[in-house]
Nanobody, 116 residues
Framework: QVQLVESGGGLVQAGGSLRLSCAAS????????MDWYRQAPGKQRELVAH???????NYKDSVKGRFTISRDNAKNTVYLQMNSLKPEDTAVYYC??????????WGQGTQVTVSS
């Protein structure tokens, strides 16, 4: 059974940095794309960053130049480096993994809080 374990969230002051990690386990099948979403209180979940199996990336406009998504295929892990954090980045961040065969899975979410 596929499990996604997230880590790296926390409380940081505006302008600070955090690095989120999400490790997938429980399957030998190959992962296709990996994403980070976020959901702020009272708002819909939104896509923050996306990375394909080939390493191509795209980002939500408001995080371009500040956030970097990367992956380690040997470890089935996706990362989100978040720099120059702003209070509006405060949300629960979720990783989302799509396998070529198994379908898609969600992490449990990790809280990121940016104080002004």
């Amino acid at each position: 059974q596929v499990q996604l374990v997230e880590s790296g969230g926390g409380l940081v002051q505006a302008g600070g940095s955090l690095r989120l990690s999400c490790a997938a386990s429980g399957s030998r099948f190959t992962i296709n794309s990996m994403d980070w979403y976020r959901q702020a209180p009272g708002k819909q979940r939104e896509l923050v960053a996306h990375i394909t199996s080939g390493g191509s990336t795209n980002y939500k406009d408001s995080v371009k130049g500040r956030f970097t998504i990367s992956r380690d295929n040997a470890k089935n892990t996706v990362y989100l480096q978040m720099n120059s954090l702003k209070p509006e980045d405060t949300a629960v961040y979720y990783c989302h993994v799509v396998y070529f065969v198994l379908g898609n899975y969600w992490g449990q979410g990790t809280q990121v809080t940016v104080s002004s």
